[in-house]
């Protein structure tokens, strides 16, 4: 059983399945007497089934060890003070459920069972949990074989993950509700399904299951699927989708749950599908063969002799550089989007940034997608139609860039979605492309890594520089004009392609900077830290000009820097945590492009702190894993890590308050929101730096730090969130003041 007081205890807005298992931890930590072992594993992988590269289950699954452990942290200290342990091993089934092997052996090692023991209890589980596998698939079998032998009944297939589509206190009776009328119902996993493909880049494992067994539903004539999914269930917002894409127009049924579902109205749609299946079947039955509908030939990149080319819709194959090519960025801010567009131009390509989302893109994203998708994903769409609508020439042919990611979140599933929204409007002449080790980064070569770097390292300085700017300077609307005519220089320079003029510029944009009449030195101006999503911390229509806002309120915002995301996805090659392995060669190479990396930095920087208007501080990725790992493991991979440890790295040290923020219903997002709610305190950032007497005084009076999360779905703040916004700046004004006391040696 789970208790209302324990759902009632969850620090973020998370997904009905989430709230169960803060009810269900609940529960077991108020029993009398406390177990003496707790098993909360992270469960990182299912089972592989095709040959995608991962099989993974949601962040806030995996998450479930890291944020009911912050959440019911009082709890767990009263298990370990009665003699109990939590015990957590991280558990990747990705390469079959054999591999639990070595995860479960350890545990029973932690609770004092011998290796012997272990390893013989082990192969007894194993085999039975193989025999009990095996006869689902059987029992699947038999049920089929039934329904096949009477033509003239239909079976509902249920759709779903375990924990919402099978366990009675999340499915709310809805396969009772279906055989009750004397429907065949069959569990997913039941089906033998092994023949058929899932999705192209489909990293979630039960996505895979669910997409393998519906292409097997809508060929099967007599069955038909039954979708149970949750409000905000991050992977559903795309699986659903492609579920509803293989189904074409076959009925389904989908089902969307959480703690406010009503019974009465499941019953009424329960009863509406079975109706439309009856009418379905009976037309079909009576339907002559369909004209066949000419197919869409979509545009693709492709790398052809080591260099990047277009195939189009006509059948030509032409190079990206060809003049009819033009190659698109989505803004995600306006800097990073015209430096990265500006290095393409400097390699040959006729690059172009489109300008920041506005309402009209806002609106166009929402019109194309079914708006459960993540805010990114809707403005990027909106985007790309926007283009094509108002700007694309009739002989033009455009690539979309699109960047990619291999899980756990949605992001992987953004440039799948752009090609199947092509397809489906039958766009011609658009194609998506990705730069990844899988396509040797389209043959542009290490040279053009530099540059990319370059950029990114250019344009994370200038944001921060810019947002000091608006805090700061005298007259902030002149001091945007002349950042922003620094800024084509900078830009005229990056296409330019040659690092000495780059340097040369931003030498002379430092010095122009430093010109510009302040209000007070910059080290005297606070500074709010803004972490979260990489692309919503950056746009300026998804965070709803926050830092506008926060400036005219006299903040400066520093917002985590795009490097912060590409130093950590070398670091999570180098530590084994990606599905890219190198071999000696490959860490050799490495090594050297970390050593480079680093260098250019250090001197961009340098450089551009000329202007004192920011730090020359490198990143530090270690530290930022390091600060974070007592509440999150570095095997949960993504920006859940970045964002708890950016924030503690950040406050108080070089920043007064701290605000996450993200899409809405974003699933790292949330899963940062539930440890910081807990983990931004006194204690908790004292450890991260325990030998630092002025961190010490900084915080002698002081308990709870300033922090703030906010969802953004792309509309203006709610009055809450306003609210909330307006107490956090009191409170960060504060800790400023006591910074600057002990500081200045006259602590307030």
Same mark, same amino acid.
């Given at each position: 059983?789970?208790?209302?007081?324990?759902?009632?205890?969850?620090? =973020?807005?998370?997904?009905?399945?989430?709230? &169960?298992? @803060?009810?269900?931890?609940?529960?077991?930590?108020?029993?009398?007497?406390?177990?003496?072992?707790?098993?909360?594993?992270?469960? $990182?992988? #299912?089972?592989?089934?095709?040959?995608?590269?991962?099989?993974?289950?949601?962040?806030?699954?995996?998450?479930?060890?890291?944020?009911?452990?912050?959440?019911?942290?009082?709890? %767990?200290?009263?298990?370990?003070?009665?003699?109990?342990?939590?015990?957590?091993?991280?558990?990747?089934?990705?390469?079959?459920?054999?591999?639990?092997?070595?995860?479960?052996?350890?545990?029973?090692?932690?609770?004092?069972?011998?290796?012997?023991?272990?390893?013989?209890?082990?192969?007894?589980?194993?085999?039975?949990?193989?025999?009990?596998?095996?006869?689902?698939? @059987?029992?699947?079998?038999?049920?089929?074989?039934?329904?096949?032998?009477?033509?003239?009944?239909?079976?509902?297939?249920?759709?779903?993950?375990? +924990?919402?589509?099978?366990?009675?206190?999340?499915?709310?009776?809805?396969?009772?509700?279906?055989?009750?009328?004397?429907?065949?119902?069959? *569990?997913?996993?039941?089906?033998?399904? /092994?023949? /058929?493909?899932?999705?192209?880049?489909?990293?979630?494992?039960?996505?895979?299951?669910?997409?393998?067994?519906?292409?097997?539903?809508?060929?099967?004539?007599?069955?038909?699927?039954? +979708?149970?999914?949750?409000?905000?269930?991050?992977?559903?917002?795309?699986?659903?989708?492609?579920?509803?894409?293989?189904?074409?127009?076959?009925?389904?049924?989908?089902?969307?749950?959480?703690?406010?579902?009503?019974?009465?109205?499941?019953?009424?749609?329960?009863?509406?599908? &079975?109706?439309?299946?009856?009418?379905?079947?009976?037309?079909?039955?009576?339907?002559?063969?369909?004209?066949?509908?000419?197919?869409?030939?979509?545009?693709?990149?492709?790398?052809?002799?080591?260099?990047?080319?277009?195939?189009?819709?006509?059948?030509?194959?032409?190079?990206?550089?060809?003049?009819?090519?033009?190659?698109?960025?989505?803004?995600?801010?306006?800097?990073? !989007?015209?430096?990265?567009?500006?290095?393409?131009?400097?390699?040959?390509?006729?690059?172009?940034?489109?300008?920041?989302?506005?309402?009209?893109?806002?609106?166009?994203?929402?019109?194309?997608?079914?708006?459960?998708?993540?805010?990114?994903?809707?403005?990027?769409?909106?985007?790309?139609?926007?283009?094509?609508?108002?700007?694309?020439?009739?002989?033009?042919?455009?690539?979309?860039?699109?960047?990619?990611?291999?899980?756990?979140?949605?992001?992987?599933?953004?440039?799948?979605?752009?090609?199947?929204?092509?397809?489906? &409007?039958?766009?011609?002449?658009?194609?998506?492309?990705?730069?990844?080790?899988?396509?040797? +980064?389209?043959?542009?070569?290490?040279?053009?890594?530099? $540059?990319?770097?370059?950029?990114?390292?250019?344009?994370?300085?200038?944001?921060?520089?810019?947002?000091?700017?608006?805090?700061? =300077?005298?007259?902030?609307?002149?001091?945007?004009? #002349?950042?922003?005519?620094?800024?084509?220089?900078?830009?005229?320079?990056?296409?330019?392609?040659?690092?000495?003029? %780059?340097?040369?510029?931003?030498?002379?944009?430092?010095?122009?900077?430093?010109?510009?009449?302040?209000?007070?030195?910059?080290?005297?101006?606070?500074?709010?830290?803004?972490?979260?999503?990489?692309?919503?911390?950056?746009?300026?229509?998804?965070?709803?000009?926050?830092?506008?806002?926060?400036? /005219?309120?006299?903040?400066?915002?520093?917002?985590?820097?795009?490097?912060?995301?590409?130093?950590? !996805?070398?670091?999570?090659?180098?530590?084994?945590?990606?599905?890219?392995?190198?071999?000696?060669?490959? $860490?050799?190479?490495?090594?050297?492009?970390?050593?480079?990396?680093?260098?250019?930095?250090?001197?961009?920087?340098?450089?551009?702190?000329?202007?004192?208007?920011?730090?020359?501080?490198?990143?530090?990725?270690?530290?930022?894993?390091?600060?974070?790992?007592?509440?999150?493991?570095?095997?949960?991979?993504?920006?859940?890590?970045?964002?708890?440890?950016? =924030?503690?790295?950040?406050?108080?040290?070089?920043?007064?308050?701290?605000?996450?923020?993200?899409?809405?219903?974003?699933?790292?997002?949330?899963?940062?929101?539930?440890?910081? !709610?807990?983990?931004?305190?006194?204690?908790?950032?004292? =450890?991260?730096?325990?030998?630092?007497?002025?961190?010490?005084?900084?915080?002698?009076?002081?308990?709870?730090?300033?922090?703030?999360?906010?969802?953004?779905?792309?509309?203006?703040?709610?009055?809450?969130?306003?609210?909330?916004?307006?107490?956090?700046?009191?409170?960060?004004?504060?800790?400023?003041?006591?910074?600057?006391?002990?500081?200045?040696?006259? *602590?307030?």
């Amino acid at each position: 059983h789970f208790t209302q007081e324990g759902i009632d205890k969850r620090e =973020a807005p998370f997904c009905y399945p989430v709230e &169960l298992a @803060h009810g269900f931890f609940h529960a077991l930590m108020s029993m009398e007497n406390l177990p003496e072992y707790i098993f909360l594993p992270h469960i $990182k992988a #299912v089972p592989l089934l095709d040959d995608n590269p991962s099989s993974q289950v949601c962040p806030l699954i995996q998450g479930e060890a890291y944020y009911l452990r912050s959440t019911f942290q009082d709890r %767990i200290e009263l298990l370990k003070a009665r003699g109990g342990k939590l015990l957590q091993p991280v558990m990747d089934l990705s390469s079959g459920i054999e591999t639990a092997r070595t995860p479960l052996i350890r545990t029973a090692l932690e609770m004092g069972i011998s290796r012997q023991e272990a390893e013989e209890a082990f192969i007894h589980a194993l085999e039975n949990q193989r025999a009990c596998l095996n006869e689902m698939k @059987h029992l699947g079998r038999e049920a089929l074989r039934e329904l096949e032998s009477t033509p003239d009944r239909f079976g509902v297939v249920i759709f779903g993950r375990p +924990y919402n589509a099978f366990a009675e206190e999340a499915h709310m009776g809805i396969p009772h509700k279906l055989a009750s009328r004397g429907v065949m119902v069959i *569990p997913m996993d039941f089906i033998s399904q /092994e023949m /058929e493909f899932s999705k192209n880049h489909m990293y979630w494992g039960m996505g895979q299951l669910i997409l393998k067994t519906a292409r097997f539903v809508k060929k099967h004539p007599q069955l038909f699927g039954t +979708y149970i999914t949750n409000f905000s269930c991050g992977p559903d917002s795309f699986v659903i989708g492609y579920f509803r894409e293989i189904m074409g127009r076959k009925p389904s049924l989908t089902l969307e749950l959480d703690s406010h579902t009503a019974d009465a109205g499941l019953e009424t749609r329960i009863e509406a599908f &079975l109706d439309i299946i009856s009418a379905y079947r009976q037309l079909t039955q009576h339907q002559g063969r369909q004209k066949l509908h000419t197919p869409f030939v979509e545009s693709k990149v492709i790398l052809e002799n080591g260099a990047a080319m277009v195939a189009t819709s006509d059948g030509k194959t032409i190079p990206m550089t060809d003049p009819r090519v033009s190659l698109l960025f989505p803004s995600m801010g306006n800097l990073a !989007s015209e430096s990265i567009a500006a290095v393409f131009r400097g390699s040959g390509y006729h690059a172009k940034a489109h300008p920041p989302s506005d309402e009209a893109v806002l609106k166009l994203g929402r019109a194309n997608t079914s708006c459960k998708e993540c805010l990114p994903l809707i403005l990027t769409t909106g985007t790309l139609l926007n283009y094509i609508r108002n700007q694309k020439k009739a002989d033009e042919i455009l690539v979309y860039f699109m960047p990619t990611g291999s899980g756990p979140c949605r992001f992987g599933q953004y440039a799948v979605f752009m090609e199947d929204l092509v397809r489906r &409007l039958e766009i011609p002449n658009v194609a998506v492309m990705s730069l990844t080790s899988d396509n040797s +980064y389209l043959g542009l070569g290490n040279g053009f890594q530099k $540059k990319g770097w370059w950029s990114v390292l250019i344009s994370d300085a200038m944001e921060d520089i810019r947002s000091m700017l608006l805090a700061d =300077a005298v007259d902030p609307s002149r001091a945007m004009g #002349v950042f922003r005519e620094e800024w084509e220089e900078i830009l005229s320079r990056m296409e330019s392609g040659a690092y000495d003029r %780059i340097k040369s510029q931003l030498k002379k944009t430092a010095h122009r900077l430093a010109s510009i009449p302040l209000k007070a030195p910059p080290d005297q101006i606070p500074v709010i830290a803004l972490v979260g999503e990489i692309f919503v911390r950056r746009d300026h229509l998804s965070r709803q000009f926050i830092t506008e806002t926060l400036a /005219e309120k006299g903040f400066a915002t520093v917002c985590s820097p795009i490097a912060e995301w590409m130093r950590y !996805s070398d670091y999570t090659v180098k530590k084994g945590l990606s599905t890219y392995t190198l071999d000696l060669k490959g $860490k050799i190479g490495f090594f050297i492009k970390e050593l480079h990396m680093g260098r250019y930095e250090k001197e961009i920087k340098s450089i551009l702190s000329a202007s004192g208007l920011i730090h020359p501080e490198p990143l530090h990725i270690e530290r930022i894993i390091k600060n974070a790992s007592p509440f999150i493991a570095p095997d949960l991979a993504g920006e859940a890590i970045l964002t708890v440890g950016s =924030a503690l790295t950040e406050v108080v040290t070089h920043a007064c308050g701290v605000i996450a923020i993200g899409p809405f219903g974003c699933m790292p997002n949330r899963l940062s929101e539930a440890i910081l !709610s807990r983990a931004m305190n006194r204690d908790v950032k004292l =450890a991260t730096d325990p030998k630092n007497q002025s961190l010490k005084a900084v915080l002698s009076d002081v308990e709870d730090l300033p922090f703030l999360a906010i969802e953004s779905d792309g509309s203006p703040f709610p009055q809450l969130i306003t609210a909330k916004l307006e107490s956090f700046c009191l409170r960060a004004k504060r800790l400023h003041e006591t910074i600057l006391g002990i500081k200045n040696g006259t *602590p307030a």
